[in-house]
């Protein structure tokens, strides 16, 4: 059984009860006995909670009373963000934002008048101080133990870092799958004269890497030649023909004429998502009837020898099946459908004409292997294996019976200890996996090993829907907003990234990727990131946990399902009173919410919309307890109202297209960290009282080419560690760039309007002392009358101003737009760890960099060079040397080189043989 995760919640409770406004700005006035009782109280029981929690798994009595003390920490918390915000709002009024908001503000702030609020509050917290005392002499019956917990940061890799790269684990299944791999592209290939459509079904239990097999058969170069047309599906998450159909056509490469998938817009960042889609826009398939939807499925097999792979097939969605082959045998004779199942009356159905290929266990010397690999990955490679706990990987690779998933957590669990007593426990304590549990019961136990504040950190993740790809920043900002981690002694970021990281290398965490920013300058959305999975088995463990607090709305046209139960249940259903973290993938979300919220009273406290709304939002007051929400808003006005919003941490407008502008009393929201405003086209203008949101962590503007300037005092935001466009204005009353000068920003950052900043504004925004990794820096390219190039604006302040934007020196990446002037500073021949380097439309530029061509500044690690519309550029340096001895040691990594429209380049640098280069492109460059 996973353990309930209750200590952490009390834990953040305490924390809130503790906090220093309370008393500065006396909010709790008339209350102070109730607050010293709970100051008193909630230490006790967060003394005994680990003792608790490890006792509910096998005591009905102790679940109950855990099951008593979230529910009134939940009521405690909320209780105490109220607290906190009366504290923030008299600080705000205080500094002067009632004035500046107008005489509107009443309106915004339901608990302005003290008394009122003195005495509402009081009957609340009266409340929940008489039922904390009454658990805590149920608790001292229970007579639990004191437990000692480590903070969280002493938690992580206590032993160092694992030095396991998950390709040595890839390296382990491949070898041992040589044999079925073989066997199932003989079956693929031998299908060739076939003119029936085949189905080749892989079929055995979770966790036995059939998802992995399926993926070495898809590489396998003999398939890639034999096949004209691949296309992978996960079916898993695909309730109706529709759903399934569209994922199919999604996934399937353009073809050459540019038809097949005309009705669908291309990923904005030319990434194709095989699995569950993030949807950017929800309205291709709302827009699209079904006729349109099977059209466009069978244009894109026919004529083609196609395979397509269906994941993760369930019994639901056999009777999909029927429907849409009909319009998958329109393929090329040799066609073939490649599916994974547990289930073998699935695999029967759908596999008629061929015998289901059943994925045996992986041999018991390759999960010793693997066991093995990653027990011992915190070892140096001269470092010798522990010669009494290798003697013990034999009875526990018994227990794992083939399941390279089970092989890989057990190892993982067993990487953090390091005495024979403690492989002994974990050996004693892991069950043997049998056909009716699967190999749930050693998932559960890695999840039980994990640190509490780990535990709670995972579980969150039931929110999503199995196989969906998340953005490692946003759950780390999610975790920061719920007040998942709360290290005063550390960076809350870096904690978040540590634990991450730990999870990950427990197996909680796979397909860990990191999606490169795309190349184009015109991007409206170029941002890197780290993405991941959670494998469907671990989705399962996370789900045990969080019972029915999570709640999904799936795609589905007619449907709402709970992610917690395995039935359909009815529309009042889905959303039961106890949910407090909701996800929508339907369409048209604030439809199913109003009709939902009706009836129900849940406390909302996140709300992810994963496709666009159209419906404006009804029951506003009851999402009064977010604190994380993410909305897709296809209106020109924002669906929610400030004033209901006071808890907000965390909020993502991005994609918004038709938003103009926010309220100005956004700006009530005291503790929102995240604000994300990408993809937002049409937003002109931000707050103009942003500067008292001093909670602001991460400000994302990139991708809103409408945004003219940014609002003044944004040096005010202290906290801000993430602002990914900044757009220089020329109004007086707009922030300049030197007030970004002592802000700790990092990440990726855009200075837009470059020809609205001066030299001295410039200096001040102190851009060497930022450890930023991406920078682009874009002036406004602008022709006069005539088309004279001369008479654009003064080349010499665009170099001075440049010549003062000199980043630090782990920039990773510099992109640079539109700049007037003949040459580049020399710090830009330095720059020793850039990665990319994207030069577009610098029409005076006569050389690249300063100074004389010397191997000190030889570009080490430079692996993408970009150079487009550069029609006055002539050379490379300034002093024009191709025979200089060392030469060759320049762009020693370089991968990718571009040079498009550059009319007067003559030559590339001499005698450079680029070793690594793989791929080259130029166009209209005469003289190369």
């Known amino acids: 059984v996973a353990t309930m995760v209750v200590g952490p919640l009390v834990k953040i409770v305490m924390e809130k009860v503790s906090n220093y406004l309370l008393d500065q700005y006396k909010v709790m006035k008339g209350m102070e006995e109730q607050h010293e009782i709970l100051k008193r ?21 102790v679940a109950a009373w855990l099951e008593a003390i979230k529910k009134v920490a939940y009521q405690a918390s909320e209780v105490f963000d109220e607290f906190k915000y009366e504290a923030l709002r008299r ?26 609020f003195r005495k509402r509050m009081g009957k609340k917290l009266h409340k929940i101080v008489h039922t904390i005392k009454v658990l805590v002499t149920e608790m001292n019956a229970f007579g639990f133990k004191y437990q000692q917990q480590p903070p969280v940061s002493s938690q992580l890799r206590r032993k160092g870092p694992a030095n396991t790269d998950p390709k040595e684990i890839m390296e382990i299944i491949r070898k041992s799958r040589a044999n079925d791999k073989s066997a199932i592209v003989s079956r693929l290939v031998g299908q060739a004269k076939n003119a029936d459509l085949t189905v080749v079904p892989i079929v055995g239990m979770g966790g036995l890497g059939k998802t992995t097999l399926a993926q070495l058969v898809y590489k396998e170069s003999i398939i890639q030649e034999h096949f004209g047309l691949l296309i992978w599906v996960c079916a898993s998450e695909c309730y109706d023909v529709d759903s399934l159909a569209k994922r199919i056509v999604e996934a399937a490469p353009e073809k050459k004429d540019g038809a097949t998938k005309a009705v669908f817009e291309k990923e904005k960042d030319g990434r194709k998502t095989s699995a569950f889609k993030n949807k950017d826009d929800g309205t291709e398939a709302t827009a699209m009837s079904r006729k349109t939807l099977l059209d466009n499925l069978q244009n894109v097999v026919s004529g083609q020898k196609y395979l397509l792979v269906l994941d993760d097939v369930w019994e639901r969605q056999v009777h999909i099946w029927h429907e849409l082959k009909a319009f998958l045998q329109h393929g090329e004779r040799g066609s073939v459908i490649l599916t994974t199942t547990r289930d073998n009356e699935v695999a029967k159905k759908m596999g008629r004409n061929v015998e289901a290929y059943n994925l045996a266990s992986l041999e018991e010397k390759f999960i010793k292997e693997i066991i093995e690999t990653r027990a011992f990955s915190y070892l140096h490679e001269e470092e010798k294996r522990p010669e009494k706990l290798l003697n013990m990987v034999d009875e526990i690779a018994k227990r794992c019976v083939g ?33 009716e549990t699967g190999i749930l019961p050693i998932l559960k136990l890695s999840y039980n090993d994990l640190p509490t504040r780990m535990k709670q950190c995972f579980a969150f993740c039931a929110i999503f829907p199995k196989d969906y790809e998340i953005d490692m920043n946003k759950l780390i900002q999610l975790w920061i907003a719920h007040g998942f981690i709360q290290e005063k002694q550390a960076h809350l970021e870096t904690i978040g990234r540590r634990i991450f990281d730990e999870l990950a290398s427990r197996s909680f965490f796979q397909d860990v990727e990191q999606v490169q920013a795309t190349s184009s300058q015109d991007s409206e ?30 795609e589905e046209p007619d449907k709402i399902e709970s992610v917690v139960t395995t039935e359909e249940p009815s529309q009042s259903e889905w959303l039961p009173n106890t949910a407090r973290h909701l996800f929508l993938s339907c369409k048209d979300p604030g439809k199913k919410l109003n009709i939902s919220l009706e ?28 604190q994380a929400l993410q909305l897709c808003s296809a209106r020109r006005t924002f669906l929610l109202k400030p004033k209901y919003l006071h808890h907000l941490r965390y909020l993502d407008l991005s994609r918004s297209r038709f938003i103009k502008a926010l309220p100005e009393d956004i700006s009530i929201l005291y503790n929102l960290q995240t604000l994300n405003l990408s993809g937002c086209t049409s937003l002109c203008e931000l707050p103009r009282q942003m500067k008292y949101m001093t909670a602001l962590r991460h400000l994302y503007t990139h991708g809103c080419p409408e945004l003219k300037s940014m609002p003044r005092d944004l040096r005010k935001l202290t906290s801000l560690q993430t602002l990914t466009c900044f757009v220089a204005g020329s109004d007086p009353n707009c922030s300049n760039v030197g007030e ?24 001040a925004a102190n ?15 602008r022709w006069n009358y005539f088309g004279d190039q001369n008479c654009w604006r003064d080349d010499k302040e665009d170099a001075r101003v440049l010549q003062n934007l000199k980043p630090h020196d782990g920039l990773h990446a510099i992109l640079i737009n539109s700049y007037g002037a003949t040459t580049f500073p020399t710090w830009m021949a330095m720059l020793q760890n850039i990665v990319q380097i994207h030069l577009f439309s610098c029409r005076k530029l006569v050389w690249l960099f300063s100074g004389e061509c010397d191997t000190s500044f030889a570009f080490p690690n430079l692996k993408e060079l970009m150079l487009k519309d550069l029609v006055c550029l002539k050379r490379w340096w300034e002093i024009d040397n191709d025979g200089m001895q060392g030469a060759a040691l320049m762009f020693p990594l370089l991968e990718k080189l571009h040079i498009s429209n550059c009319v007067k380049l003559k030559a590339l640098p001499g005698h450079l043989t680029f070793p690594k280069l793989q791929n080259v492109c130029i166009q209209r460059c005469p003289k190369l």
């Not at 970004?740 to 504004?761: F, I, K, P, S, Y």
């Open 403 to 435: 399941s390279p998933l089970a092989a890989t957590t057990l190892g993982s669990i067993l990487r953090t200890k390091t005495s024979e007593e403690e492989w002994k426990a974990i050996s004693s304590r892991s069950s043997i996996c049998i056909e």
């Open 91 to 116: 600080q705000a009024k205080k500094k002067g934002h009632y004035k500046e908001l107008g005489f509107h503000v009443v309106k915004l702030f339901p608990t302005h008048n003290r008394f009122i």
């Open 767 to 781: 851009l060497v002392n930022k450890e930023l990794r991406r920078l682009t820096l874009t002036w406004t390219f």
């Open 599 to 626: 009836s129900s009273f849940p406390a909302i406290q996140t709300l992810l919309c994963d496709s666009s709304m159209s419906s404006s939002l009804q029951h506003l007051s009851k999402y009064s307890s977010l």
């Open 740 to 763: 970004l000068g002592n802000l700790n920003l990092g990440g990726q950052l855009e200075l837009r309007n470059l020809a609205n900043v001066t030299e001295v504004d410039a200096r």
């Open 41 to 61: 109280k909630l230490p006790a029981i967060l003394d005994i909670i680990t003792d608790a929690e490890q006792a509910a798994t096998h005591r009905e009595g």
């Open 525 to 554: 959305l170029c941002y890197s990131k780290t993405t991941c999975k959670i494998h469907d088995l671990m989705h399962d463990v996370a789900l045990s946990v969080m019972k029915n607090e999570c709640a999904l709305a799936t």
